[in-house]
């Protein structure tokens, strides 16, 4: 099921939808990792924005 691109509020902006494909790729290019690793972390630790950011900083930073 599509993303109601209408309801764009706070609340649509805190979570990471893993089912919609321009979510993940943004979310993966916003923090250069690949779609694969975005959809691991989003399995790994839920689709909360502001956990999702610290986890792919650290992976980032594990990975330097």
């Known amino acids: 099921m599509s993303d109601d691109k209408s309801k764009t509020g706070g609340a649509d902006r805190r979570t990471v939808a893993a089912g ?4 993940v ?4 290019s916003k923090h250069d990792i690949t779609p694969a690793q975005a959809r691991e972390l989003i399995a790994n630790v ?5 956990k999702l950011d610290a986890a792919a900083y650290g992976l980032k930073q594990g990975q330097g």
């Open 25 to 28: 790729e943004y979310f993966a």
């Open 46 to 50: 839920g689709n909360d924005r502001d």
């Open 20 to 23: 919609e494909g321009y979510e």
